[in-house]
């Protein structure tokens, strides 16, 4: 065991999980506006916008996230009429096109979790708004909306653990996350258990914040 | 098309042999994780509270660190561990662990933590009666787990098993960065050569739909297989 290493590690580590942390408070916070828009496609009646729902939903669970991250910045910088678009300024930088992967593969199971939310709300607080004369759209969004989300908290709680996760990726696009300096201190000092231990223990950590929030939030909105 | 020609030409055959990798890594992993499963179900049970505590770190600490980075831990100290070991017996030689080897062995750890919760929780929804119910009829030990307990914890279990088996294959993609050719490692070699990763890194994509989708369907006739009855 090296002592003096995991100490001298810890405060870039910590600098690293910084980044770590951005990049999934920001791919959570656009995912969750693309789960929600999904999973409002998917209970549409239309067949098509339906099945596109969740032809979008089948992609990207059925696939490793690696490849939807390689895709992305190595594969659409490929496409010249790409290149000369305004968009190309967000796709050149690593950093956003880890976002975007992010993003909609978050946004994918959060459509999921989303849906089979809004599925089990009992009809009858729907109708009670309805016989209570309240316009659709009101019932959609002061009633339907939040019952969806305290019934999704436990399930969207397991997903924002597994992004975080998910978020080690981005060192595989030369992002310098908490992933991405570990492995580089671990391929300089060749001490691997000793900055594991570290690492891991941050990532724990989070974890650890992250489950206990959710478990707050659960309580809070808990309808007893 | 031509991309994907058999042969010299093209990527189709490399690519062909690369998915029967990941098949094999998947199922290795998959194994092993069942192994592990087998060990910490039992402690997870258990009554003893150290016992408890091994189980529940392992179960934690697997499931709240990255995949990626428990794949690094491997890649770089295995040498080191298995030289360690050796170096014990008095061998002092140089010890190269085959990427195969590690690979399946790390994704069969992330993947045993998982298995052992869907394992804890199926027994656990057993009904208590059906343990006591095997006790008056007085069935030995193997007779109580093999006849009664093991065949209605495969029926609660395979529908969560399936997810662990999703996850076990698209975490093999993960293996790539240790240099094992299986399908990312072998897009990525194509994608290098041929410049066009859009095309090779798409088909990667639609090889991971098949071998789920090809995956969910056998599995679901398993399903059906062991809840007959209900």
Redesign the interface.
């Known amino acids: 065991m090296d002592l003096e290493l995991m100490i001298n590690s810890l405060p870039k580590l910590l600098n690293a999980a910084v980044i770590t942390l951005k990049l999934l408070s920001v791919s959570l916070i656009i995912g969750l506006f693309i789960g929600l828009f999904f999973a409002i496609l998917r209970l549409n009646k239309n067949i098509f916008i339906n099945r596109f729902a969740y032809g979008y939903s089948y992609v990207f669970r059925g696939t490793p996230l690696l490849v939807q991250i390689f895709i992305i910045y190595f594969g659409l910088g490929q496409i010249e009429y790409l290149r000369s678009t305004v968009l190309w300024i967000i796709l050149k930088e690593p950093y956003w096109c880890a976002i975007i992967a992010f993003a909609l593969n978050t946004g994918a199971y959060t459509s999921e979790i989303l849906r089979s939310a809004f599925q089990t709300i009992k009809p009858g607080i729907i109708e009670a708004g309805k016989s209570l004369g309240i316009s659709n759209r009101v019932i959609f969004y002061k009633i339907q909306i939040p019952i969806a989300i305290r019934q999704s908290l436990p399930a969207y709680g397991n997903e924002i653990i597994l992004m975080m996760k998910g978020t080690s990726l981005a060192s595989t696009v030369t992002i310098m996350d908490l992933t991405g300096v570990a492995k580089y201190i671990i391929s300089t000092t060749f001490k691997p258990i000793e900055v594991f231990i570290v690492a891991g223990g941050i990532y724990l950590f989070m974890t650890f914040i992250i489950h206990n929030v959710i478990k707050f939030l659960e309580k809070k909105y808990s309808f007893n | 098309m031509e991309l994907l020609a058999f042969g010299d030409t093209g990527w189709g055959d490399e690519l062909f042999r690369a998915t029967l990798m990941t098949i094999a890594v998947s199922i290795t992993a998959m194994i092993i994780g069942f192994l592990f499963a087998l060990i910490f179900t039992p402690l997870k049970l258990s009554k003893n509270k150290f016992l408890n505590f091994i189980a529940n770190s392992y179960t934690?600490?697997i499931r709240?660190?990255?995949?990626?980075?428990v794949i690094?831990?491997f890649f770089?100290?295995g040498t080191?561990a298995v030289m360690f070991v050796a170096s014990i017996f008095g061998y002092n030689e140089y010890i190269e662990i085959n990427a195969f080897i590690t690979g399946a062995f790390a994704i069969g750890i992330i993947s045993g933590a998982y298995s052992t919760e869907v394992f804890r929780g199926a027994i656990q929804s057993i009904d208590k009666g059906q343990f006591e119910a095997a006790n008056v009829l007085g069935l030995n030990k193997f007779g109580k787990f093999f006849k009664i307990i093991l065949p209605q914890t495969l029926r609660l279990a395979i529908p969560n098993l399936s997810n662990v088996w999703?996850i076990t294959l698209?975490?093999t993609?993960?293996i790539?960065?240790t240099g094992l050719v299986e399908i990312?490692r072998q897009?990525?070699i194509a994608?290098g050569s041929t410049?066009?990763?859009?095309f090779f890194?798409?088909f990667?994509?639609v090889l991971?739909?098949l071998l789920?989708?090809v995956s969910m369907k056998l599995i679901n006739r398993l399903e059906v297989k062991y809840s007959r009855g209900y």
Do not use: C, N, W
Not at chain 2, 64 to 69: C, I, T
Not at chain 2, 195 to 198: A, E
């Open positions: 934690t600490i709240g660190v990255p995949e990626l980075l690094y831990l770089f100290g080191g999703q698209k975490d993609s993960l790539s960065v990312m897009s990525y994608a410049r066009d990763p859009l890194y798409s990667a994509a991971y739909l789920t989708f």
